[in-house]
């Protein structure tokens, strides 16, 4: 067992190093801004351009093309990926070559979707219905999910993630009725994703974060609990104070390993009634202006809020 490990990990840096090079070969000098001289016998770019236009050591990335046995941080391999210009599907291999459990999130957070995947949104209202990466960030979203939570599609792309809204906006203006054991499980399902990214520091970072921003995450992080996603019934307050009661369920989506589309389908005739009238209010006055006539966002203790 210990002799086949070896062979294939001596044959997984052999892969990163002959992919480096291929992809470092097609990229010409005038793609980078480099004049391509007189005298070029190396096609494409040489070693010591991709060390330099990276920010790395010559003698480092010649030891990655040869298959060395080194670690590339993530840092190193965001710069690589850059100088040699891969697209989404040669960066994703290039972290599996190199031993990255997975791409980071910020390679992904805020990553414009395809038409397509808007048009699919789109096409689902008035069902709430949203992309949602493996860090509950909200990469797109349709007009019943800004229409369900208004406060959250306000805010710049970057910063729209499910958690940070949840755990740090003020009470009277998130959206779950079943707080504590809604937040619960989305944390239980953040510890499991986590688990397939130990060394991955954008994660580590983000849950840093959120930890010092607010307690009662802290608090569930520390429980260490797991959970996988499966369908739900969850009820959300509307910007009036009213419940809606919707079924929840994820789908993976194919092309981005860890997004999920999540579709809320009305769990009752008068939930149905109110994601339309919902959508009409939004495509008429916008969010903002929902949210400041709302009492929003739900009761507490019998006090309406």
Request: cysteine-free.
């Given at each position: 067992m210990k002799s086949e490990n070896h062979v294939g990990e001596a044959r997984r840096r052999l892969e990163l190093g002959a992919f480096l090079r291929v992809r470092?070969?097609?990229?010409?000098?005038?793609?980078v801004g480099i004049?391509?001289?007189i005298r070029r016998r190396t096609p494409g770019l040489r070693r010591e351009e991709v060390a330099q236009l990276s920010g790395i050591g010559v003698a480092w990335y010649t030891w990655?093309?040869?298959?060395?046995?080194?670690?590339?941080s993530v840092q190193v391999l965001d710069a690589i990926a850059r100088t040699l210009k891969l697209d989404r599907t040669e960066r994703d291999h290039l972290y599996r070559l190199a031993d990255v459990p997975s791409v980071p999130p910020a390679a992904s957070a805020g990553h414009p979707q395809p038409p397509e995947i808007q048009t699919i949104l789109d096409a689902l209202t008035p069902f709430p219905a949203s992309v949602v990466s493996a860090r509950y960030d909200v990469l797109a979203f349709n007009d019943a999910y800004a229409a369900l939570d208004p406060a959250i599609v306000l805010l710049p792309p970057s910063e729209r993630n499910v958690l940070w809204h949840l755990f740090t906006v003020e009470e009277?203006?998130?959206?779950?009725v079943e707080w504590e054991q809604?937040?619960?499980?989305?944390?239980?399902?953040?510890r499991a994703e986590s688990g397939r990214r130990l060394r991955d520091a954008h994660w580590a970072e983000f849950v840093r974060g959120l930890s010092e921003a607010s307690p009662r995450f802290a608090d569930m992080w520390a429980r260490h609990e797991v959970a996988a996603s499966d369908t739900r019934?969850?009820?959300f307050w509307t910007v009036d104070g009213e419940?809606?009661?919707?079924i929840t369920n994820g789908f993976t989506m194919a092309a981005e390993p860890g997004t999920k589309m999540w579709i809320h389908t009305p769990d009752g005739d008068e939930t149905q009634r109110l994601l339309t009238e919902l959508v009409r209010r939004y495509r008429e006055m916008g969010a903002a202006e929902m949210l400041r006539q709302g009492i929003r966002t739900g009761?507490?203790?019998?006090?309406t809020h």
């Open positions: 470092r070969e097609r990229i010409t000098p005038e793609d004049s391509p001289g990655l093309e040869q298959g060395r046995r080194i670690n590339p009277h203006r998130q959206p779950l809604e937040t619960a499980f989305m944390v239980a399902q953040l019934r969850k009820s419940v809606l009661n919707v009761r507490r203790d019998g006090v």
